[in-house]
C-alpha cells in the first residue's frame, strides 16, 4: 500500500512536471501563480526559466538565471515549493549543476538574484547525488551523499547552516538509501536500508532521534 502510494507520487512529481508557485507582480499587490520549468529550448540548454502572464493572456517564457554557461547546461530538475513560515512567502528549490561543484541543492525566490546554490553539500571529488526531494510543512527533505557517510536522509529551510543530514541510518560510509519518502501530516515515511534489519519502513519528523524504524 505504502509502496503503490509513494511511487504513484514520484510518476507524479516527474521533473518535467509544472510547478505553480506563488509571485508577487511588480506594480501589484495581487499574487500571481506562475509555473516554473526547465527549459526545454536548444538555445537554453536545459536551464531554468520562468512563464509569465501578460495582458493579452499569452505566456511569456524567460531564463531566470544562466546557472551554468554554455553547453550542456545546468541540468535542472527535481522542482519543489516550500511555504514560508507561517504561509509567508515560498521557496523554490531544484537540483542544478553549474559546472564546479556537480549536481548541488539550489534556491531561488523568483528572481536571478534571488536563485542560488544552498550548499555545498560535497566538499570532495563527485557529486551529491540528491534525489527524491520531498516536501514536509516547511522543510524539505531529501536523500544525498556528502562523500563521508553515504547516501543518507537530508533536510533543508534553505539556508546553509539548516541544511543537514538528519541521521546517519547506515553508518560510515555505508548508504542507508531512502526511498518513496512520502509526507505524512508533519511526518515523512520512507524505506531505507539498516545493517541489522535490512530494508524497513522508517518515520521521521525530522530530527536524529525521531527518526527511526517503525515496529
Request: hydrophobic content about 35%; aromatic content about 6%.
Amino acid at each position: 500500500m505504502i509502496n503503490g502510494g509513494s511511487m504513484k507520487t514520484e510518476k507524479t512529481l516527474h521533473l518535467r512536471s509544472l510547478v505553480l508557485v506563488l509571485l508577487m507582480l511588480t506594480s501589484f499587490t495581487v499574487p500571481l501563480l506562475s509555473p516554473f520549468e526547465p527549459s526545454e529550448d536548444t538555445e537554453l540548454e536545459n536551464q531554468f526559466q520562468r512563464h509569465e502572464s501578460t495582458t493579452s493572456d499569452t505566456s511569456v517564457a524567460m531564463m531566470l538565471k544562466d546557472i551554468r554557461l554554455g553547453s550542456p547546461g545546468s541540468s535542472v530538475s527535481q522542482i519543489r515549493v516550500v511555504p514560508g513560515p507561517n504561509g509567508i512567502g515560498h521557496t523554490i528549490f531544484f537540483k542544478a549543476n553549474n559546472g564546479t561543484g556537480g549536481d548541488e541543492l539550489w534556491k531561488s525566490d523568483g528572481t536571478p538574484d534571488g536563485t542560488m546554490i544552498v550548499k555545498d553539500i560535497r566538499t570532495v571529488a563527485g557529486s551529491t547525488d540528491i534525489d527524491k526531494m520531498t516536501v514536509v510543512g516547511n522543510t524539505l527533505f531529501f536523500r544525498a551523499n556528502d562523500g563521508n557517510n553515504g547516501s543518507e536522509l537530508w533536510k533543508s529551510d534553505g539556508t546553509s547552516q539548516g541544511t543537514v543530514m538528519v541521521k546517519d541510518i547506515n553508518p560510515g560510509s555505508n548508504s542507508s538509501t531512502p526511498e518513496f519518502l512520502t509526507a505524512v501530516g508533519d511526518l515523512l515515511f520512507f524505506r531505507a536500508i539498516h545493517p541489522s534489519s535490512g530494508c524497513e519502513l522508517w518515520v521521521s519528523d525530522g530530527t536524529s532521534n525521531g527518526t527511526f524504524l517503525l515496529k
